[in-house]
């Protein structure tokens, strides 16, 4: 093969691994990659406006099509930006690669401009992080990146460029793509699994993690029915089981129903699948304790290092929840005689708890997300960020189809308008919602420019309340009459929106919203509804007056 460069070695080892999209930030310390992607027309670059947001679009993408996504920024201020992607894709367990530009070779150890130790930097955020010193190797290394993201529990590897390394032509072998390798139950732990199970008499599954597909979900669901098994899902997990179903009983997040928060204290059996059973589902490790459980465990997950790093386990399987779900299919059905009523009784809370109270205000933010849940088709995407108002499209948007929730478990601001723009270009036949508060969308708005140049026509809902509200709520929980820089003066949305092009439109009464939202997809383009909420409406279910007068503040 005649000598190429270590850019066009580097584009050659991700097409083969399946690579069709990344995002970017160009940089001067990775152009020779730019340069090699001109003649790769299978490679969608999309150019985002902050590196953030182009590594949580990748970590977007990871999540959607369970393959490593792509990002590329350049050196020192390009990476502290996208590192909090990275930190997503550990907490999250997603797949995900970011390479990374570096100064050339020479100057490396002399505090150059913009010279970082990639190494050091992402050594405790990243599964893996590593420089390329020889751009032989780089067939090599980049085998290796897939390899790591995929495997056991996935996660995000970082690589560093030199930028000689990429602009240097050597020889180089081609490899094949990397396959990823997951664990299967045993027949033996099979066996074990139906044995506690039929011994049960409070049994409840939690599903969670990342190593999940479509099939999987429904052969799950198949094992749920004929065991008449109450079904849990962790925090920002709700998309693995359709919230329809009689068995799902929610979600186990911030502000948990209370009745399902006493089923999982209450349960005798605990089947968490997938999922490393942090402290949010687990109620800071109250609900299930820390070392050992009340209830007696049953832990499946792909990486054995999870298994029993927290909890004594009374099973722990080293497996796939892919493959696992699929094994039950073989299992014979479990009587759940003794705990279907509860499962019923289960479903009937849960029904209750996603009903949107009542409330005075002229716009209803809970009766829109549920409009919304019976408007929408399945596959569309909901996509969240952080804050306060993620809260309504948790607890009263019902998720029918595997893979159509994207919000950070990490709990990172900023990332829904990314994770949506990245939703329509990798599906462009299907609706992708983002919600954003005013403090949030102010992080990453600046997506709309993208959205708008790649023609993905998002729809932004922006809840607008004056504040960074969960901030405030502590405050005002914690720290009754002293409140503090959580006070935001906005700018005109609608007029913002409409700067970038997109359609745009104030909303605020609850009557409005449908026409509004039905005039918004009908654009065809970009497009930003602005609700203007009561600030006193904190949460679902509480008021910044009451907690003031709780705390003696009215």
Not at 174 to 187: I, K, M, N, Q
Not at 263 to 278: C, F, M, Q, S
Not at 327 to 355: F, H, K, M, N
Request: aromatic content about 8%.
């Amino acid at each position: 093969m005649p000598k190429r460069s270590g850019g066009e070695i580097l584009v050659a080892a991700l097409r083969t691994n399946g690579v069709d999209a990344l995002y970017c930030v160009p940089g001067e310390s990775y152009i020779a990659v730019l340069d090699a992607l001109y003649d790769a027309p299978g490679v969608r670059v999309v150019t985002c406006r902050h590196e953030a947001a182009a590594a949580n679009m990748a970590e977007a993408d990871g999540k959607m099509t369970g393959r490593p996504g792509v990002a590329f920024v350049t050196r020192g201020p390009g990476a502290t930006h996208a590192s909090i992607g990275v930190h997503t894709a550990m907490q999250d367990s997603t797949p995900m690669l970011l390479f990374v530009g570096q100064v050339p070779r020479r100057l490396r150890g002399r505090d150059a401009f913009q010279e970082v130790d990639y190494e050091k930097m992402f050594g405790g955020l990243a599964k893996w992080a590593f420089e390329i010193d020889d751009a032989r190797r780089i067939p090599e290394i980049v085998a290796r990146a897939f390899g790591v993201a995929c495997a056991g529990r996935p996660g995000p590897v970082v690589i560093s460029l030199p930028e000689d390394v990429l602009a240097e032509h050597v020889d180089a072998v081609d490899l094949g793509p990397t396959r990823t390798v997951h664990a299967y139950p045993s027949e033996d732990e099979l066996v074990a699994f139906c044995t506690m199970l039929a011994a049960a008499e409070r049994p409840l599954v939690i599903l969670g993690g990342s190593v999940w597909d479509a099939e999987a979900c429904a052969a799950l669901r198949r094992f749920a029915t004929r065991s008449a098994l109450a079904v849990a899902c962790s925090f920002r997990r709700q998309a693995l089981f359709d919230n329809r179903d009689e068995h799902y009983v929610g979600d186990l997040g911030y502000g948990v129903d209370p009745a399902l928060a006493l089923r999982v204290r209450d349960a005798d059996l605990i089947v968490a699948i997938g999922g490393r059973l942090g402290d949010v589902p687990t109620g800071s490790y109250s609900l299930i304790e820390a070392p050992r459980p009340r209830q007696r465990l049953v832990h499946v997950h792909p990486d054995p290092l999870e298994l029993g790093r927290v909890f004594e386990t009374a099973l722990a399987i080293n497996a796939a929840p892919t493959a696992f779900a699929r094994a039950l299919d073989r299992v014979p059905p479990i009587d759940g005689t003794r705990w279907a009523e509860s499962t019923r009784a289960g479903r009937r809370a849960y029904e209750a708890y996603v009903q949107p109270p009542p409330i005075e205000s002229a716009l209803d933010l809970a009766a829109i997300v549920r409009f919304l849940s019976e408007r929408l088709p399945e596959d569309a995407f909901i996509t969240t960020g952080a804050g306060n108002f993620s809260i309504w499209p948790r607890r009263f948007f019902q998720y029918k189809q595997f893979g159509t929730q994207l919000a950070p478990i990490a709990g990172a601001m900023a990332y829904g308008v990314p994770a949506a723009v990245a939703a329509k270009l990798r599906y462009p036949d299907r609706i992708a919602v983002a919600f954003a508060g005013d403090g949030d969308f102010m992080m990453s708005g600046q997506e709309l420019a993208t959205a708008m140049q790649y023609g993905a026509a998002i729809v932004v809902v922006v809840i607008n309340n004056g504040m960074l509200g969960t901030i405030r709520m502590h405050q005002e929980q914690h720290y009754p009459g002293r409140t503090i820089a959580t006070d935001l003066c906005n700018p005109d949305f609608v007029a913002l929106a409409r700067a970038y092009g997109a359609h745009a439109a104030l909303v605020e009464r609850t009557a409005d919203f449908a026409a509004a939202f039905e005039a918004a997809l009908a654009s065809g383009r970009p497009a930003l509804l602005e609700l203007r909420v009561d600030p006193d409406r904190i949460t679902p279910s509480q008021t910044l007056s009451g907690i003031r007068a709780r705390a003696g503040h009215a």
